[in-house]
């Protein structure tokens, strides 16, 4: 069973853009991935642009044209949009932090984690301990 997650960032206007990820959204996972692979602005605003995906990994782009949905390269994000061609899988833009939390019930969404002022910080949408940062103590 896949453990969902919605990963996003702070703009500048305080809106908050958001993609979806199906597999592996658990901070042992990618929350992982995020602190040690999409850890300034520049590369998180890259992986938003993938849009949707089904699974996180370290890399964004595959170094040969074989990487497919069916037969993913291994170590590259595999994206709804790019690789199987879906539609409107582009990121969603919330216009605050409320609206973003509220989203997770559409999503179904496990965990959200949130890209701001340099740091990554992460929430449990089931539990009531809301937004902490996301340490690699959390992600072990």
């Not at 919605?6 to 658990?26: E, F, L, P, T």
């Not at 984690?113 to 929430?123: A, E, I, P, V």
């Amino acid at each position: 069973m896949a453990t969902r997650s919605n990963i996003a960032i702070v703009n500048q206007d305080k809106s908050i853009s958001s993609i979806y990820c199906h597999w592996d959204g658990y901070p042992e996972y990618v929350g992982k991935m995020l602190l040690n692979h999409y850890n300034n602005v520049g590369i998180v605003n890259e992986l938003l642009d993938l849009g949707n995906l089904s699974q996180l990994c370290e890399k964004l782009y595959s170094d040969n044209n074989s990487h497919t949905f069916d037969k993913p390269e291994p170590g590259v994000c595999v994206a709804y949009g790019r690789e199987r061609g879906e539609k409107d899988q582009e990121a969603i833009v919330f216009e605050d932090l409320g609206e973003f939390e509220d989203s997770a019930s559409n999503s179904w969404a496990d965990y959200q984690y949130l890209f701001d002022n340099g740091k990554w910080s992460y929430r449990n949408v089931n539990n009531t301990l809301g937004w902490r940062e996301l340490t690699p103590a959390v992600c072990k």
